[in-house]
C-alpha cells in the first residue's frame, strides 16, 4: 500500500475535485460521514457522551460534518471548536453553518485552560482539532488540552492523524502530542504510523476511503510503502510439477565462532526452510560436529582454525552467500572477508560481525558488490551511518548511505523498513516475541535462501522480511512473547508460506427459512 507525502494528499484532493466534478466541501462531507458510519456501526445509538474537539481547518471541518450526523441519528453529542487562530477554512465554515442548522446552537468556543469542559473517563472524546495541516509549535493551552484528554481516561479517536504529530518531521514536544486510542486516516496511513519515535501515538489505526482518484493513486510514485501479504504474493515464485533441487540453488552461509556456532546452525536451516535446493555451511573446525548432527539436510566446509574464520576455500559454486553471523572480528576473518568481497560475484546477504568489520574499516564499503543486502539492527546501523537526530533523518542517511554505495539496507526491528535509495518499504508482520537472540539469523538466513531461487535482491529482501515477521507471528500463537525462540521462527515458516494464499474467513451467513 502507497503511503503518501503531505503534498500528495493535498495535490490528490484536487485532482479528485476536478476529475469528479465535485462541489467544494463534498470530500470532507464524504470524510465526515464515512467516520460516523464507523462510529455508529459499533455505538448503535448508545447514549455515551462524544465530546468532538474541531480546529478550525479541514481536520476540525471533518469533525463538524462527524458531529452534524451524530445530532441528526440522535447521539449524545458536544461540539467545541478549539479557537487556535483566525484564519478558518472555507470548508470549515460551510460546515459550521450547517451544524448550526441541527444543533441551533454555536458549538463552545474554547481559548484557554478556563473553558476546557470536564469529561468521565467512559466518554469518547473525537480529536478533530489538527490534521496534516499542523505547521508550527502548538500553543501552550492547546498542550493542556492535550494533556487534559489523555488524564480523563476517556476513548480517544483521532479524525486522519493525532492532533500534534506533523506527517513528515519529529516530534517537537512528546506531551504536546494526542494519545489516540484509535486513528482514522484517510485514504492511506502516514509513515510516522510506523516509526519507532511516533508509532505510539497511533496505537490502533484504519484507513477510510474517501473516494480519492484511482489514477491518481495508482500512477503517483511515492516515497514510502506498506509491505503486506498483498504486495508479497505478487512476488511469490510457484514450484514447477518437474522441479528439481538443482532449480532452487545452493546457500552458502559463512560465519560461526569457537561458542557462536549455533547462529550459523539457525541460518543455514532458514536457508532451507525459505526454499533453496542445498545449504552449506562454512565454519571453524570446532562447528563441524554440532552443525552436522543437529542439522543433517546441511554439508558443512571447515575452515582450517578450530576457532574462528581465517581461510574462505571452497571448490562449489553458491548461488547466494550470507556472511556475518556469530563470525567475530579477528584479524584473519577480516582479512579473508575482504578478499571473499573482492573475488565474489554472487549476491550477498551481509549481516552482523560481517557489517561491523565494514563499519570498523570503511575503505571495505568500496568493495562490497552492488545490490548486496546489508542487515542491520539499529545499533549495527549507527556503525555504519553514524548517529541521527530522529527517525527522519536517520532514513535521510540510510538513502544517502544506499545510494552511494549502491546497497539495499534493511533497518530491523517492529516495523523493519527496506531502503532501497530514496524508496522505503515498511513491514507490517513481526511481533516483539520476536527480540530474542538468533531471530536476526533466521532472517540472514531466510533472504540467502530467496537469492537461491532466483528472486532479485530487492524481492528477496521484501518477502524474506515479511515471511520471517509472518511465521514470527504464527509461532507467537504457540509460544507467546516470552517462550518464542528464534529456532520456533523456522519452525513456521512452512505455515507462513501456507498463509499467503488462505483466503480470510467469510462471516457466515443464515440460510432463509
Ligand atoms: N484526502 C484527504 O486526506 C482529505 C483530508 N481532509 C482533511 O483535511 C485535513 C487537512 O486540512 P487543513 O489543510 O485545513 O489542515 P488542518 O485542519 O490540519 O489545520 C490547519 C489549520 O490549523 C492552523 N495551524 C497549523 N498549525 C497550527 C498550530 N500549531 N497552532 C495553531 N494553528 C495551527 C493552520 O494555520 C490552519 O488554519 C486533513 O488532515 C483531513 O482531516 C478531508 O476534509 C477531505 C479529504
Ligand atoms: N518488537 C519487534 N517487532 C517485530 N520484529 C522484531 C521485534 N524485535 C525484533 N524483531 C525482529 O527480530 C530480528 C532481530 O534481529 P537481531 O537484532 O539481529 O537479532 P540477533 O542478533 O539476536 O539475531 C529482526 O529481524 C527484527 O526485525
Ligand atoms: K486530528
Redesign the pocket.
Known amino acids: 500500500m502507497k503511503i503518501f507525502s503531505k503534498e500528495q ?1 493535498y495535490q ?2 484536487k485532482i479528485t475535485e476536478e476529475r469528479q466534478e465535485l462541489p467544494a466541501s463534498e ?2 462531507e464524504r ?1 465526515g460521514l464515512q467516520i460516523f458510519n464507523w462510529m455508529h456501526m459499533r455505538m448503535q445509538g448508545a447514549q455515551v457522551p462524544v465530546h468532538i474537539f474541531c ?8 469533525g463538524l460534518v462527524l458531529a452534524r450526523h451524530l445530532i441528526t441519528h440522535g447521539y449524545n453529542v458536544e461540539v467545541y471548536v478549539v479557537n ?2 483566525n ?1 478558518r ?1 472555507d ?1 470549515f465554515l460551510t460546515a459550521y453553518d450547517k451544524v448550526k442548522e441541527v444543533t441551533k446552537k454555536w458549538p463552545k468556543l474554547l481559548k484557554c485552560e478556563n473553558d476546557f469542559p470536564t469529561f468521565h473517563k467512559d466518554d469518547i472524546i473525537v480529536d478533530a482539532v ?10 501552550d493551552w ?1 498542550k493542556a488540552l492535550f494533556k487534559h484528554f489523555k488524564a480523563s481516561g476517556a476513548f480517544t479517536l483521532s ?3 493525532p492532533s500534534g504529530l506533523y506527517t513528515d518531521a519529529p516530534i517537537e514536544d512528546r506531551e504536546g502530542v494526542v494519545r489516540a486510542n484509535y486513528t482514522l486516516s ?2 492511506a496511513p502516514k509513515a510516522i504510523f510506523f516509526l519507532p519515535e511516533t508509532a505510539e501515538y497511533t496505537a490502533q489505526w484504519e484507513v477510510i476511503d ?1 473516494g ?1 482518484d484511482r489514477e491518481f493513486l495508482m500512477q503517483t510514485e511515492t516515497e514510502f510503502e506498506l509491505i503486506s501479504k498483498n504486495e508479497v504474493i505478487p512476488i511469490y515464485k510457484p514450484r514447477e510439477r518437474f522441479s528439481h533441487k538443482g532449480l532452487f540453488g545452493h546457500g552458502l552461509i559463512i560465519g560461526g565462532s569457537y561458542g557462536k556456532i549455533g547462529a550459523v546452525q539457525l541460518a543455514s536451516r532458514s536457508v532451507l526452510s525459505a526454499g533453496a535446493g542445498l545449504v552449506t555451511a562454512y565454519v571453524p573446525k570446532c562447528g563441524y560436529l554440532p552443525i552436522q548432527t543437529s542439522l543433517p539436510e546441511a554439508m558443512v566446509i571447515t575452515d582450517e582454525d578450530e576457532y574462528s574464520i581465517t581461510s574462505i576455500k571452497f571448490d562449489l559454486e553458491p548461488t547466494a552467500i550470507g556472511i556475518g553471523i556469530g563470525m567475530g572480528k579477528a584479524a584473519e576473518s577480516f582479512k579473508v572477508f575482504k578478499t571473499l568481497l573482492t573475488s565474489t560475484k554472487v549476491p550477498m546477504v551481509i549481516d552482523a560481525d560481517a557489517l561491523n568489520m565494514i563499519s570498523e574499516n570503511k575503505e571495505l564499503l568500496e568493495l562490497v558488490p552492488e545490490n548486496s543486502i546489508l542487515t542491520p539492527h539499529p545499533k549495527e546501523l549507527e556503525r555504519l551511518i553514524g548517529n541521527w537526530t530522529d527517525d527522519f533523518d536517520k532514513l535521510k542517511k540510510t538513502s544517502e548511505f544506499s545510494l552511494k554505495h549502491k546497497v539495499i539496507v534493511i533497518i530491523k526491528g517492529a516495523n523493519t523498513i527496506t531502503v532501497l535509495g530514496e524508496k522505503k518499504f515498511i513491514n507490517v508482520t513481526g511481533n516483539p516475541g520476536m527480540s530474542t537472540g538468533g531471530s536476526g539469523d533466521v532472517l540472514t538466513g531466510i533472504i540467502t535462501g530467496l537469492l537461491c531461487q532466483s528472486y532479485s535482491p530487492v524481492e528477496a529482501s521484501l518477502f524474506g522480511v515479511y515471511l520471517h515477521g509472518r511465521a514470527g507471528d504464527m509461532a507467537l500463537e504457540e509460544y507467546g512473547y516470552q517462550s518464542l525462540l528464534a529456532s520456533n521462527i523456522i519452525d513456521y515458516m512452512g505455515d507462513a508460506y501456507i498463509d499467503l494464499f488462505k483466503q480470510p474467513e467469510q462471516p457466515q451467513v443464515e440460510e432463509a427459512e
Open positions: 494528499i490528490g484532493d470530500l470532507m470524510a480546529g478550525i481547518g479541514n481536520n476540525g471541518g471533518d487556535c487562530g484564519s477554512s470548508d489538527f490534521g496534516i495541516g499542523l505547521n508550527r509549535k502548538i500553543d492547546i479524525v486522519d492523524i484517510f485514504q474517501v480519492i
